[in-house]
């Protein structure tokens, strides 16, 4: 029997992400937190790093907002996961939404949150190290 859950717009990535968020919750030993919010939409994420020798070896995040935001910071945790500073500042909000598959153009502002996200998290952290 198919799978007749409506899903809309979204991608079988996008659902999964949203029902099966990776790297979700907080951390407790993070070197650096970002924390970012759209005030059009309401929807706020915190990015949580974990740093050493400039390689990211832990993200979490925790997220507000609609589905397309949870799969975003999901999305872009495991994106970021073992880069170093620089090669995770590279990740643009495209990157983000086209390895979900796409999102819908009215919830790109999403995988802008998680780009902002992640850009919040290591100018924090740069800031605090120099």
Known sequence: MEDSTPKGPYSDSVMDHFSNPRNMGEMEDADTIGEVGNPKCGDVMKLYLKIKENVIVDAKFKTFGCGA????????????KGKTIDEAREVSNDAVANALG??????????????????????????KSN
């Open 69 to 80: 935001a949870i799969a975003t910071s999901s999305m872009a945790t495991e994106m970021i």
């Open 102 to 127: 796409g999102l819908p153009p009215a919830k790109m502002h999403c995988s802008v949150l998680a780009k902002e996200g992640i850009d919040a998290a290591i100018d924090e952290y740069l800031k």
